[in-house]
C-alpha cells in the first residue's frame, strides 16, 4: 500500500472515532445498571425525578433531591396515621404541593408523562413491571431495592449508591451508610455492659394499615439496637397477630405502644384483660412513634432507640436526651428537626395512662 493511501486511512479512522465520541456527547446518555440487573440508559445530567412505590420518595430526600422531585403518589400525600406527618414530608413540605403521578404501586403512566422527570427511581417493582412503564412512558426507570437496618442493610446502602451515581452525588450515600452504622454501633456500645433490663412487649405495630395490641413485631429493631428484652422474640417472625393469652403468659414489666395504634391499643388496654401484667400494674406504659408508614421510615426506628434505651436503663444513662437525638437524626437525614411536629401530631415519647 502506497504511502499516501495509508495516511488518508488514519485521517479516516480518526474522523470515525472523533465522530463515534461527538454523538457519544450530542447523545448526553450514560448506562447504568439497576437493582433488578436491567440496564438503562439514563441521561448524563439529571435535573428532575420522581419515586414511586413504597419508600422510594424517602430516599431521595435522604439522598438531598427534594428540590428534584416533580411529582408525588397521592398516598404520601394522606394525612393522619402517618400519612402527611411523616419525617420527610414534614421537613419538606413542598413536596405535598406537588402534582400527582398516580394513587400507589408504580404510579400512573400518562400523570408520569405529564410531569416528565429525566428519572422514575421505583421501589418493591420486577423487571417486567419495570420494563413496561419504561415502554409506556419513554422514561428511563431505575429499580430498587428498599432493604432494612437488621438483615438487608446492604440492599439500603446499595439503593442509596445507586441514586448517588445517577444523580452524581456519590457522596452523600457513603456519609449516610457511615451515620447510619455509627449510629447503631453507639446504641449497642452505652447499652450492652448495663444492668438486665426489663422484660417489655411491643403493641400497636402498623402492618397495612392501624392496628391494636395484639399487632408486635418479634424482631422490633428500636428495641434490638439497645439490647433490649422482646417477650415476642422467640416466635421468630418479622410481623405477628397474637393471642390475648400470649401476653398474659408473658407477663411483661414494660408495654411499649406504637403511637401509630395508640387509640386501639389504650382501648384494649383499659378493657380490664391485662390488668393481671406487671405493666399494668406498676404503669410502666409508653409510647414511641410509629416507624411504619409506606415502609420504615429508617430515623423513627433509630431515633425511637434512643427513648427506650433512656425508660429501660434510666439510672445508668440519666443525661442521655432522646429528643435532641432524635432531632438531630431527622436534621440528617431529612434536612429539618422534626419531633415536635411528629409529638403533636401522634404523642411523641412520654408514659402512658390508661
Sequence with gaps: MKVWHVIILLISSSFVISAGCLDGDIDGTRTITDMLGREVEIPKEIDSVVGIEAGALRL?????????VVGIEDHEKLGGAGGSAKPY????????????????????????????PDVIF???????KADDLQTKTGIPVVALNYGDLNDNKQDLYDALALIGEVMGNHERSETIENFIDERIDELNNMTEDLSDPPSCYVGGIGFRGAHGMLSTEPAYSSLEFVNGNNVASSLGLEHAFIDKEKVLDWNPEMILIDEGGLSLTLEELSDGTYDTIDAVQT??????LPYNWYTTNFGTV???S???????HSEDLPDLDPVKEIDDI??????????????????????LEL
Design 306 to 312: 434512643y427513648f427506650i434505651a433512656k425508660i429501660i
Design 89 to 116: 414530608t414534614l421537613a419538606n413540605p413542598g413536596l405535598l404541593e406537588l402534582p400527582s403521578i398516580g394513587p400507589i404501586h408504580g404510579g400512573d403512566a400518562e400523570l408520569l408523562v405529564s410531569v416528565q
Design 302 to 304: 433509630i431515633g425511637n
Design 330 to 351: 431527622y436534621e440528617f437525614l431529612v434536612g429539618s428537626c422534626v419531633y415536635q411536629d411528629m409529638a403533636d401530631e401522634f404523642g411523641g415519647f412520654k408514659e
Design 283 to 288: 404503669g410502666r406504659i409508653y409510647g414511641v
Design 60 to 68: 431521595l430526600v435522604y439522598m438531598q433531591h427534594a428540590d428534584k
Design 122 to 128: 421505583w421501589t418493591y417493582t420486577d423487571t417486567s
